[in-house]
């Protein structure tokens, strides 16, 4: 008798094994969020006030974006910090006025901020990431759409185009605040080659 | 009075066109100037539509001068001696070539320093050049350079017209005016 229930017993024991591995192999292994860091060699960030309605292109020359996503690949966080001074319109004369305070200010405020913790998405897969921005001292809530795309190479691309009000950051003040010259609509748009950061486990 | 030029007398479109171009250019060289003088500032930009403008409008009135030179005929010099037609001419010739000079200088400026130019606040002009700080320096240089030029070659051709008028009282003069 004894012996039996040992037999039924191992049986069971052996059948709950089986079934618990074959479960196990089931289950998707594990992941992490992963998270991105713009490669600034690849990357470009344009801008392009208006004159007289038309474009003036120019771009920052330092920045850096930090995009972060979830288990399932879903936006989690993206920080941009855009070096202010690294502004070139490709003329040294509005180089020098740019930074001027009316304009950037930036011995003030040397650095520009975009930070988002929340996202949308529309039925083409573009991302809006509901974000503020800091600029000159003033935050200011900013949408900013972009496409994200995965390379066969392990990079990832971002791109994107918004418009941005420079009186809502009182850049372009006294006589060049009416936008009559200068537009106060600016446009942005970013084309950015990222890397995965290895997650350190 | 015809349209067209004569041996003797010069029409009223080569009239027009002539004292229309001398009247912007000099309007121009001080408004140049000043303009360059000028704090950045929406003045100093408007002063800049009003010069890019003017000088543009100089280089069309300049093709249209010289189809219209081309396609007709021009009166004979009333100058006495070979020298001094070949004078007039080469200074005509350099004006002629200024006028095409500095407007093309001018438009190589501001495209070099990414500026782009609306002609009269209403009609965009696009960028002949791209940005380019070093080529800008050249082309500034030209057009500044040029202006010395015709400030020089304008005193010859105004002193030269003067000289036909009152001192060899010929016709010169009297057949550019209407
Ligand atoms: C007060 C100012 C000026 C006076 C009195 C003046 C007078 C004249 C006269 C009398 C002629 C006719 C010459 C002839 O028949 O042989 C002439 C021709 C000419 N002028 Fe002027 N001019 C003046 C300003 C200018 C200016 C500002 C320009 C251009 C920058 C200019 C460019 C020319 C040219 C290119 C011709 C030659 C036309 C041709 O042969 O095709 N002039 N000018
Ligand atoms: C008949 C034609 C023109 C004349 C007589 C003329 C004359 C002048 C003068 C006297 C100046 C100031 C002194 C100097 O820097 O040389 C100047 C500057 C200037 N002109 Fe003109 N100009 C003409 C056409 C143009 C055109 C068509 C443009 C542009 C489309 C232009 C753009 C400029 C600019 C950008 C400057 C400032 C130069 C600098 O930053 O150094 N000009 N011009």
């Known amino acids: ?201 | 009075m015809g349209i067209k030029n004569t041996s003797q007398q010069w029409g009223w479109l080569s009239k027009v066109l002539h004292w229309l171009t001398a009247l912007i250019i000099f309007l121009q060289i001080p408004l140049g100037f000043y303009a360059e003088s000028l704090r950045l500032s929406p003045l100093k930009m408007d002063m800049f539509v009003w010069h890019k403008s003017l000088g543009m409008l100089v280089f069309l009135l300049l093709v249209i001068r010289l189809l219209w030179r081309i396609k007709g005929t021009i009166p004979q010099s009333l100058s006495a001696s070979g020298a001094q037609k070949c004078i007039s001419q080469a200074a005509h010739w350099l004006l002629y070539g200024l006028m095409a000079v500095l407007p093309i200088s001018g438009w190589i400026i501001s495209s070099a320093a990414n500026i782009p130019i609306k002609l009269f606040w209403l009609i965009p002009l696009p960028a002949i050049v791209g940005p380019d700080e070093s080529l800008k320096s050249v082309a500034a240089e030209l057009h500044h350079i040029s202006v010395l030029v015709l400030v020089a070659v304008l005193i010859l051709h105004i002193g030269a017209a003067l000289r036909h008028h009152l001192l060899m009282q010929d016709n010169t003069m009297r057949r550019m005016w209407f």
Not at chain 1, 45 to 51: E, I, M, Q, R, V
Not at chain 1, 62 to 72: G, R
């Open chain 1, 1 to 201: 008798m004894v012996l039996i229930r040992y037999l039924i017993a191992s049986f069971r024991v052996k059948q709950i094994i089986c079934t618990a591995s074959l479960l196990c192999l089931l289950i998707p292994p594990p992941t992490w969020a992963t998270s991105w860091r713009s490669d600034i060699q690849a990357s470009q960030l344009n801008f392009a006030p208006s004159y007289e309605g038309l474009p003036i292109n120019g771009d920052f020359k330092e920045f850096a974006v930090i995009y972060t996503t979830d288990q399932e690949g879903e936006p989690e966080d993206l920080s941009v910090s855009v070096l202010v001074a690294s502004a070139d319109l490709g003329n040294s004369e509005l180089n020098t006025e740019i930074r001027a305070a009316k304009w950037f200010n930036i011995t003030a405020f040397p650095e520009a901020k975009f930070s988002c913790q929340e996202f949308t998405t529309d039925n083409n897969g573009k991302v809006f990431a509901h974000g503020e921005l800091q600029i000159k001292g003033y935050k200011k809530p900013v949408t900013v759409p972009f496409s994200w795309r995965l390379l066969t190479t392990g990079e990832a691309v971002m791109r994107g185009e918004l418009m941005l009000a420079r009186n809502s950051f009182s850049i372009g003040s006294d006589e060049w605040a009416s936008g009559d010259q200068i537009g106060l609509a600016v446009k942005v748009w970013f084309d950015v080659v990222l890397n995965p950061i290895n997650p350190s486990l």
